[in-house]
Structures are given as C-alpha cells and as structure tokens.
C-alpha cells in the first residue's frame, strides 16, 4: 500500500511539473489540484496544444473544463472520465447541472446528489449553489467534444436523445441574464478608483496604470492586460490636446485577439494621462521588456513574470473596496463595459468606439449604447 502510494505521490508530483513547465503560456493558479484530478493523458494533451499555439484564453478555459469534468467524473461514478463518453453519462451530466428548483424542493433526488455537490465544493470545483447556466453546460459540453476529437475519437454530443435533454432542461431552468460585472465602471466610478492610488509606492503606480490603461485603451479584457509585454507598445507622435497642448501617444499591438481573424494584428491607441500612467509604473518598476505588469511581494520586489488574469480581476476589487464601493457590484470586466456606456453618454459614434474596443458584434456593442440611450431618453422620464 505504501508502494502505492508512493507511486501515486510520484504521479501527481510529475503531472505538476508538467503543468508547471506550460504556466507561462497557461497560467494556473490552482497547479496542485489540478495535478490531482488531471490524469498523465490530459496533462499531455495540454502540453501537445501549448505547443500548437493555441491561444491562451482558450487553453485556460479548457484546462478549467477539463478539470472540472474529471472531479466531476470522480465524484458521480467514482471513475476517472471515460474516453469517448458513454451518451448516459452525457445525459447524467445535463442532469446533474441543469435542473427545476421548484420540483428539487419536494424531490431531493432531483437534480446533483448532495454527495456530489459535496464533492465538488470541498475540491474547491464547484462554487455556485443551484442549478448550472445553460451556457455553461454547453460550453463544457462543447469542450468536452472538443477534447475527444482531439483524442482521435468520437462521441455522442450530437445524438438526438442529448439535445433533447439540453433542449427540455434548459426550459426548466429559467435564468435571467446578468452581466459579467453588475455595474459598468463609468468615469465617475473610475475617478473614485484612481483617487485609491498614491503617487509614491509600486503598487499604487502599477495599479493606477491597469485602471487607467484597460479602461482608455478601450476596455481591455483582463487577460489582455494581464498578458500586455513592452514589446507590444510602440510610442508614436503626439496628439494635440483641445487646448493645443502635446499629449504623449502610443500604439498597443494586441495581436491576435478572442475577436480577430487568425494571423490579424488588432491595434488600439493609448493617448493622454493614461500614457503618462504607465510610463511611470514602467520607470519606477525599471521594467524594459517582457510583461509589463507583475506581482509585488510583501518586500516591494517586483516579479519577473506577468500577472495572471484573475489577480487583475483582485486588483479591481480590492480598489472598489478601498473606494467604499459595493465590491460585488464591480469587477474587471465592468472597465470594458464601462468604457462602451461613457462612450455613449458622450456622444462617441458607436463604430468609433469600436475601432477602439475592437468589438466585432455591433449587437452586443451596441447594447451599451441602447441601454444608456434608453436610462436618459424622455421615455423614463415621463414622471419628472
């Protein structure tokens, strides 16, 4: 037994070296869970991608998939995940998670057995109490597929008896649609944020140019700007301000991004005070190349390696804490919306607020704009 165990420890310490070896193209904050959970065939199937060059954000979102679907596995059949997957276990899967809260209240073994549930929370996999979103079920399902074609298999994800139980479980599950962040983060809210941030300390400075960039340079996603490097900066001329002065002025070169085609270059532009913001984080950080904003330990030394996405996320709140705001009403992704909402309050023409943005669907930019029109039009406001 102690031979077994042995050999176990072994396992798990090698597929966390694996995992660790692929951090800088996939941060992952939770390594030694997932070694745990991830068998040596899905670790190698995320190196084999990394080395693909898939992107990221993708590799993040499958890596999460992969490891919640295995503890799942483990905790409903006592198995690892079985490839291809059996159609019943797909269709147990769409039962565990999309399910009527009316009727779990007189039948307890509707929807996720509690040992399951119980499973998922004590491993840190399952947070949310309820009934899963429907778009994440498909999302997970759709990785899942994803994962066995990339396996050299088929499954049965297209089957009629799947769809219809996604189809008659997602009427049974209504859900309103909630934004990734509650409120938008409007200039206003952004002013409360910056006012957080001194003049002198590393983490201020570094902090005020996260707001300041995501926020003028579009609404950048966190990942985005997690993954910003120096490379990708390029000053350019100055712009003359509304009282002629100079601005400072620069290109960012995203690359290729969630919303672009394969091989295209997608550029944003940085002008003004958020410029100057980062400059000085960029000074008083001494950072000439590689990513431009990192960790800070307690001591006040500056990593060499580049945030993770979610410490950008952190970072938001913690400012909206320090500003006396609502923390659960704000997170990274309401700079990108708020970005869009101030547009359309000032009046910016909606496909140049996109240029900047690099929103590809004018539906869902447009929706920010829509919502601000219709919060201040003569229609809400029939009641003085």
């Known amino acids: 037994m102690d031979i077994l165990a042995a050999n176990t420890a072994d396992a ?19 390594r030694d869970k997932l070694a745990e959970i991830l068998t040596d065939q899905d670790v190698e199937t995320l190196r084999h991608l990394v080395n693909e060059g898939m992107g990221a954000n993708t590799l993040r979102a499958l890596t999460s998939d992969l490891g919640y679907l295995e503890a799942w596995a483990l905790a409903a059949t006592e198995n690892p995940l079985p490839w291809p997957a059996p159609e019943a276990l797909l269709l147990k899967f769409v039962a565990h998670h999309l399910w009527d809260p009316a009727r ?17 929370r004590s491993g840190g996999f399952l947070r949310t109490s309820g009934p899963h979103a429907p778009d994440t079920v ?14 050299g298999l088929d499954g049965a994800f297209s089957s009629p008896a799947l769809r219809s139980a996604l ?5 049974a599950v209504p859900r309103l649609r909630r934004r990734k962040s509650a409120k938008a983060v409007t200039s206003d809210v952004l002013a409360k944020l910056l006012a957080t941030c001194g003049e002198h300390s590393l983490r201020d400075l570094r902090d005020r140019a996260i707001l300041m960039v995501a926020f003028g340079s579009g609404g950048r996603r966190r990942s985005e700007v997690a993954g910003l490097r120096k490379e990708q900066l390029t000053i350019e001329p100055p712009i003359a301000g509304e009282d002629g002065s100079p601005l400072p002025s620069l290109s960012i070169h995203l690359g290729r991004t969630k919303n672009s085609g394969a091989g295209q270059d997608e550029i944003v532009y940085l002008t003004g005070r958020p410029v100057e913001a980062l400059n000085a984080w960029l000074a008083a950080a001494k950072i000439g190349s590689g990513s431009v904003f990192r960790a800070i330990d307690r001591w006040g030394n500056v990593s060499r390696r580049g945030l993770d996405p979610k410490a950008v996320n952190d970072i938001v709140k913690q400012r909206v804490k320090m500003a006396g705001l609502e923390v659960g009403e704000f997170s990274a992704h309401g700079l990108r919306s708020g970005y869009l909402t101030e547009a359309a309050n000032r009046g910016i023409p909606l496909p140049e607020a996109m240029e900047q943005s690099r929103h590809r669907s004018v ?22």
């Open 12 to 30: 798990i310490a090698r597929r966390a070296e694996t995992l660790d070896t692929i951090a800088a193209v996939l941060p992952i904050d939770r």
């Open 104 to 120: 779990r209240e007189n039948d307890p073994e509707h929807g996720m057995p509690g040992d399951v549930d119980q499973a998922l």
């Open 138 to 151: 498909r999302r997970r399902l759709a990785n899942w597929s994803t994962l066995t074609k990339w396996r």
């Open 167 to 171: 189809r008659l479980a997602v009427r």
């Open 363 to 384: 539906q869902q930019a447009s929706s920010y704009y829509n919502s601000a029109a219709r919060r201040s039009g003569r229609a809400a406001r029939l009641i003085p």
